[in-house]
């Protein structure tokens, strides 16, 4: 059993101290360690590590690609890519999230038909790993795509703050009238083990349970080993997925704690 973790750009012996919690909590519960240097697998650089086996990253987030990089992982290559980017999770659980229609690319002609396909009202803007929901107005929220003009205002704005870090293409989600608070849960092997706030709520956000009924078979069925999946209630008490992703680059909130985290990922049975 083996966790990776981001080492400390300016220490190199010691874990980042982003993930330096979730470290000492595998080191008091028996898990080796191994520090990788981020920034290499960042630019698509190998890094050297020890021979491993059912290792699982807890770090900062990588492509698809540089994640290839990596050998003896619990998830692999192709796995990961299926949870960490949009298209290889939405078909299944097309009943539980918003209608989608995404792009292969950033250009205007392809966000011009993906925008036909989606027809009028509002819809929110992301790439194939992640939203600038924090511009929400000026990259994120189209109030109405009949409205071409505005909607690429939206859009170019959105690929001017991402920059670098665009990833795949467009993807127009449908607007749902959702109500806080959202929630991310914790899946190992299809099964919901933790349920806490997003990161981006307060550690003291009061956590309704989730009913994850029409929910759980269909991330099951997707068959990843580490997942974090986004729920929130629409208006009409319906609960629906925000987004999945792979737990190995999802943020922890502070409301669960490293050991929580760490026990779900190497209990033994």
Known sequence: MTLIVPADPLRPRRADEHFAAEAAAARAAGVEVVL????????????PL???????????????????????MRASASLYRQAHEFPGWYSALAAVTPHSVWTSDFSRAAFGRARSESGSGPAVLRDYTKSMKHYWS???????LADADAAWAVASRFVELRDESLTGGFVLRRFEDFVAPEL????????????????????????????????????AALGLPFVTVDVVQRADGVWRVVELGDGQVSDRPAAVSPESLIGMLFSQG
């Open 36 to 47: 990788v240097d981020h920034d290499r697998l960042a630019r698509g650089e190998a890094v």
């Open 50 to 72: 020890p021979p491993l086996s059912d290792a699982v990253y807890r770090g900062w987030m990588l492509r698809s690609s540089d994640y290839a990089l990596l050998s003896g």
């Open 138 to 144: 000026e990259a994120a929220f189209i109030p109405d």
């Open 184 to 219: 991310r849960t914790w899946w190992v092997d299809g099964e919901c083990r933790i349920v806490g706030p997003h990161p981006d709520l307060p550690a003291d956000t009061v956590v309704p349970q989730p009913d994850l009924t029409a929910i759980e078979p269909l991330v």
